[in-house]
């Protein structure tokens, strides 16, 4: 920003197929995804700018520490109902899930549910922080958000075996890490490339890093 | 002149609320009712809700919505009708200075306020006394109950003031008792104010939206008990608005008409019972 004071960046929320939709109709120069691109959605600019693993978190007292890939796909789509089912305590699992159209729930879908279905008795919240503050007052519950956002109210959970901590992440182990893209319609030029070519400087890389994202530089390594 | 004017100017005031209610209910009939011919009548209103995949099933939004309404008159019109009789026939003046501001002052507190207590005390509560995850039809209904209050009181009790005082008298001379008259004499005639005033409360309770997205955990599922969670049509629309395009953004503006459309009847309902003798 010091170096081009004139320049104003407008940044507007709404959720990634918002921001993918904006790049497509021309309303923004550049739109950021937290998911990677649907099969319809292609035919644009992409720079991933960071990664982003996604934890499964439970409430803290809660005694399960692993869970398998496929007692997760369970556990969404209501096949497993009960902690008891899988070693736990013997209460009702209340699970947790974002709401439709949101890029985690978008990347939780395609990256652990892999074309099953989230269950339709599952609670609905609207944004990671609230995720997080029913996990952290509800004992039985389990739910999935951003892992640069698990603080030390919840107890994020390995997903066979590994956990999602940031070397995991780095050297591949955890499978379960979306991307947060930058998209434009167009070869990116002039003001518009810079400000891509910054995301990318490890100057701002660090900055990423700093608030709990995968830097990609560290990934290319 | 000058009278002319200020009626000129009045009137055209008057006219704009028309005007205003009726470019929203346009505008949301244009937004949303083509989307549901394009998905058909079958699927909108099946059980199955998944608008990014093509299912625009919305019944158990509209069973939600109904649930928490139905829940929280259970909660709200006796306690409502019991605080306006009080007001208007027991309390002493001096009550009646302290009690009926406080009740109007419910009224002024933001919805999400209420959603933020039942998040910190209710649903915890209930959570360990009756089990669950307390994000239920129970919790909403509880607390939609009491954020109807100064709707339901207010406008009952000015219905019941509003009833003349011959009738007591004549009442008391037949030798009723007071709670007789409350029942037999007051309530007749106040009748119609007094289900308007339920109305109105019941109108709160189903467009109430940021208090139930808090407390009422959303799930899609239609619940099989008060303790189950429950997603409403407005919860739906405010939860989905941000991230919706398309067809979803469509869908969310068709549950926009039905709920206008629900809201419509619910009142052409209630002129009809309290217009007839």
């Known amino acids: 920003m010091a170096k081009h004071p004139e320049v104003k960046i407008n940044v507007q929320g709404g959720g990634s197929t918002a921001g993918i939709q904006a790049v497509f109709n021309g309303t923004c120069a550049i739109g950021t995804s937290s998911r990677n691109l649907k ?3 292609q035919g644009l600019h992409i720079f991933t700018m960071a990664l982003d693993g996604i934890a499964v978190i439970v409430h803290k007292s809660n005694p399960i520490m692993d869970l398998t890939h496929d007692q997760l796909k369970d556990i969404f789509s209501g096949r497993i109902k ?23 729930r978008g990347a939780f879908e395609e990256l652990i549910m892999q074309g099953a279905v989230i269950s339709d008795a599952c609670l609905v919240q609207d944004s990671n922080g609230a995720i997080r503050e029913i996990i952290a007052a509800t004992p039985q519950s389990i739910g999935y958000i951003s892992a640069g956002l698990v603080d030390e109210r919840v107890k994020a959970i390995s997903i066979d075996g590994v956990y999602p901590s940031v070397a995991n992440f780095v050297n591949g182990e955890y499978k379960f890490v979306r991307p947060f893209l930058l998209l434009t319609k167009n070869e990116p030029s002039g003001i518009v490339k810079s400000l891509i070519e910054f995301t990318l400087s490890p100057e701002a890389q660090k900055i990423l890093q ?3 994202l995968i830097p990609v530089n560290e990934i290319n390594q | 002149m000058k009278e002319k004017t ?10 704009s609320a028309i005007i205003s209610l009726l470019l929203i209910t346009i505008f949301i009939f244009i937004q949303g009712v083509p989307l549901i011919f394009k998905v058909g009548l079958k699927n909108f209103f099946s059980t199955h809700w998944a608008p990014t ?12 919505s109904l649930l928490v309404t139905i829940g929280a008159l259970i909660i709200g019109v006796p306690l409502s009708l019991a605080c306006s009789i009080f007001l208007a026939e ?8 302290i009690l009926k501001p406080i009740i109007e002052l419910l009224a002024g507190i933001p919805s999400v306020v209420y959603g933020f207590i039942g998040i910190v005390i209710l649903i ?6 009756l089990g669950g995850s307390g994000f239920s039809v129970l919790s909403a209904s509880i607390i939609l109950g009491i954020m109807i209050l100064p709707t339901i009181v207010s406008i009952s009790y000015d219905s019941l003031v509003a009833v003349p005082q011959s009738y007591r008298e004549g009442s008391y001379a037949l030798g009723a008792t007071k709670w007789q008259t409350v029942l037999m004499v007051l309530f007749p005639s106040a009748r119609s104010g007094i289900i308007a005033a339920i109305i109105l409360g019941m109108g709160r309770a189903i467009g109430e939206t940021m208090a139930v997205i808090m407390i009422a955990g959303n799930a899609l599922k239609i619940p099989g008990s008060v303790l189950d969670p429950v997603r409403t049509i407005t919860s739906t629309i405010a939860l989905e608005l941000g991230y919706s395009t398309g067809d979803h953004r469509a869908a969310l503006f068709a549950c926009g008409t039905i709920l206008f459309i629900i ?3 619910l009142n052409i309902i209630a002129i009809k019972v309290a217009s007839r003798e």
């Open chain 1, 39 to 41: 099969p319809e959605e």
């Open chain 2, 6 to 15: 200020a009626e000129k100017i009045l009137l055209i005031i008057s006219f």
């Open chain 2, 263 to 265: 809201i419509v009847l």
């Open chain 2, 90 to 97: 027991f309390a002493p003046p001096p009550a009646q200075k």
């Open chain 1, 82 to 104: 009960n902690w008891k089912e899988i070693g736990g305590m013997d209460k009702k699992i209340i699970v947790v899930t974002r709401e439709e159209g949101s890029g985690t």
């Open chain 2, 124 to 129: 915890p509560l209930i959570r360990n006394t």
């Open chain 2, 53 to 64: 995949k093509g299912y625009f099933g919305i019944l158990s939004m509209i069973v939600g």
């Open chain 1, 210 to 212: 700093h608030n709990g």
